[in-house]
C-alpha cells in the first residue's frame, strides 16, 4: 500500500520562503521517479520539478533558479525549497510518484495523468 503525505504548506508574503516534505509509505524513492506538481483554481494541473529514476532532475521553467527538489532516500522523503515566493506560486502543491521511469514531463501538464501515486496536497498561498 503505497502512500504519499505532503506537508509544509502555508501562507507567506511575496519574496519569502517555504520547503514542501512529502514522505512516502510502501514506495522506494531512491530508485524511482518522484515529482512535485502544483494547481491553482481554475487551472490545470501542472509539473514543478522532479526526481527521476536515474537521478535526473528537471524543473519548470517558471520556477528555475527559485526553486530546489532533492530528497532523503534515508526517511523516504521528497522535498521542495521554494525561494523568492510569487503570488504566481499560489496553488495547492501535490507530491506525485510512478514506478521506474517519470512519465515524459511534456508540455507545462507533465503528463500527470500517467503518475500512479499521489498524494492529498497541501496549500501554499504567496501574498
Known amino acids: 500500500h503505497v502512500q504519499l503525505v505532503e506537508s509544509g504548506g502555508g501562507s507567506v508574503q511575496a519574496g519569502g520562503s517555504l520547503r514542501l516534505s512529502c514522505v512516502a509509505s510502501?514506495?522506494?524513492?531512491?530508485?524511482?521517479?518522484v515529482a512535485w506538481f502544483r494547481q491553482a483554481p481554475g487551472k490545470e494541473r501542472e509539473g514543478v520539478a522532479l526526481i527521476d529514476s536515474d537521478g535526473t532532475i528537471k524543473y519548470a521553467d517558471s520556477v528555475k533558479g527559485r526553486f530546489a527538489i532533492s530528497k532523503d532516500n534515508g526517511k523516504k522523503t521528497l522535498y521542495l525549497r521554494m525561494n523568492s515566493l510569487s503570488p504566481e506560486d499560489t496553488a495547492m502543491y501535490y507530491c506525485?510518484?510512478?514506478?521506474?521511469?517519470?512519465?515524459?514531463?511534456?508540455?507545462?501538464?507533465?503528463?500527470?495523468?500517467?503518475?500512479?501515486?499521489w498524494g492529498q496536497g497541501t496549500q501554499v498561498t504567496v501574498s
Open positions: 510502501g514506495y522506494t524513492i531512491s530508485t524511482n521517479c
Open positions: 506525485a510518484a510512478d514506478p521506474w521511469r517519470c512519465p515524459p514531463p511534456v508540455g507545462i501538464t507533465w503528463k500527470h495523468g500517467a503518475y500512479v501515486y
